[in-house]
């Protein structure tokens, strides 16, 4: 018996050190409290003035630029909120297009801008084809595609030509203009036949 007595000790001690720590253990997690998992909203995290961005191609080309008087970015959807937006289109063999609006929406990784307020796009002379000009409330450009839409109305003046619509889309790479609900049709009659068809359709 006594030979057993020091293990009975040695197995008591070791069962009472077990028992010791689980509860310090229990006690330190109610004691400590924990911080609850921070609540992602729609406020922004980082913020610009008077700022540039610029995408390029794989070739390390500039294709896209954005700038603006002011930036936000916001970490819920990953989507940035630009005052007096500047978007410029400058692939190569395509012509520039410059597109401004009061306020724009960049989101989807930068693959489409949402202009609003005086909603403008420029597509500049090239060859022997006049400028190109879209004005709408909201214009969505999509800078990977070179293309740009709405589907609110829209005033499309292309050289002396104008046409009202509701409902836009012009492919840049293409070159092809679509105005959907046609009203108020000018086409002039000074231009060329290729000049006034622009690959344009018009559906009424």
Same mark, same amino acid.
């Given at each position: 018996m006594k030979e057993r007595l020091p293990g009975f000790i040695a197995i008591l001690l070791l069962c009472s050190l077990v028992v010791l720590s689980w509860w310090a253990a229990e006690y330190t997690q109610r004691a400590v409290q924990l911080e609850p998992p921070r609540r992602i909203t729609h406020e922004p995290d980082a913020w610009s003035e008077n700022f540039v961005m610029v995408r390029t191609n794989p070739q390390g080309e500039a294709i896209n630029r954005l700038e603006g008087d002011y930036l936000q970015h916001y970490p819920d959807d990953d989507s940035y909120e630009v005052d007096n937006a500047r978007a410029v289109g400058q692939r190569a063999g395509s012509p520039i297009t410059?597109? *401004? +609006?009061?306020? /724009?929406?960049?989101?989807?990784? +930068?693959? !489409?801008? *949402? =202009? *609003?307020?005086? /909603?403008?796009?420029? !597509?500049?002379?090239?060859?022997? !084809?006049? /400028? =190109?000009?879209?004005t709408s409330e909201k214009l969505i450009l999509l800078p990977d595609e070179d293309v740009a839409y709405t589907d609110l109305p829209a005033l499309v003046q292309n050289g002396k030509s104008r046409i009202n619509g509701k409902g836009m889309r012009y492919d840049n790479e293409s070159r *092809? =203009?679509?105005?959907?609900? /046609?009203?108020?049709?000018?086409?002039?009659?000074?231009e060329s036949r290729s000049q006034r068809t622009e690959n344009a359709t018009s559906n009424d």
């Amino acid at each position: 018996m006594k030979e057993r007595l020091p293990g009975f000790i040695a197995i008591l001690l070791l069962c009472s050190l077990v028992v010791l720590s689980w509860w310090a253990a229990e006690y330190t997690q109610r004691a400590v409290q924990l911080e609850p998992p921070r609540r992602i909203t729609h406020e922004p995290d980082a913020w610009s003035e008077n700022f540039v961005m610029v995408r390029t191609n794989p070739q390390g080309e500039a294709i896209n630029r954005l700038e603006g008087d002011y930036l936000q970015h916001y970490p819920d959807d990953d989507s940035y909120e630009v005052d007096n937006a500047r978007a410029v289109g400058q692939r190569a063999g395509s012509p520039i297009t410059v597109g *401004t +609006g009061n306020k /724009a929406v960049m989101d989807q990784d +930068g693959s !489409r801008i *949402t =202009l *609003t307020g005086d /909603a403008h796009l420029h !597509r500049v002379p090239y060859d022997d !084809r006049p /400028a =190109l000009d879209v004005t709408s409330e909201k214009l969505i450009l999509l800078p990977d595609e070179d293309v740009a839409y709405t589907d609110l109305p829209a005033l499309v003046q292309n050289g002396k030509s104008r046409i009202n619509g509701k409902g836009m889309r012009y492919d840049n790479e293409s070159r *092809t =203009l679509e105005v959907f609900s /046609a009203s108020d049709v000018k086409i002039s009659g000074e231009e060329s036949r290729s000049q006034r068809t622009e690959n344009a359709t018009s559906n009424d």
